[in-house]
């Protein structure tokens, strides 16, 4: 089995920030990308941060310049570091992981079960 938790969650006020992890476990091979999405009330999912395990990152436009993202020297935990948060950054955010496990196979995405981010004064 493999697990993603997150942590790190919560109410800030805007301009203010917070830093998310997410440590990925279990019966875990290779860890390709790690990322993170979001999912607002009554919106879609979507992209926030991406990061490959050469080093390479993406980000969505929304949110260059003020979130930044990076993973431990094991490979196996994420982070994102969130500043000058804005209203409109309120949302579940979800940790994903391209990875292989002990089991055999491919590569498969496993998603964490989200961490609620309130940007509000």
């Known amino acids: 089995q493999v697990q993603l938790v997150e942590s790190g969650g919560g109410l800030v006020q805007p301009g203010g920030s917070l830093r998310l992890s997410c440590a990925a476990s279990?019966?875990?091979?290779?860890?390709?990308?790690m990322g993170w999405y979001r999912q607002a009330h009554e919106k879609q999912r979507e992209l926030v941060a991406v990061?490959?395990?050469?080093?390479?990152?993406d980000y969505a436009d929304s949110v260059k310049g003020r979130f930044t993202i990076s993973r431990n020297d094991a490979g196996n935990t994420v982070y994102l570091n969130m500043n000058n948060l804005k209203p409109e950054d309120t949302a579940v955010y979800y940790c994903?992981?391209?990875?292989?496990?002990?089991?055999?196979?491919?590569?498969?995405?496993?998603w964490g079960q989200g961490t609620q981010v309130t940007v509000s004064s």
């Open positions: 994903t992981a391209n990875l292989r496990t002990w089991y055999g196979g491919g590569a498969s995405d496993y």
């Open positions: 990061t490959g395990s050469g080093g390479s990152s």
């Open positions: 279990g019966m875990i091979r290779s860890i390709n990308a």
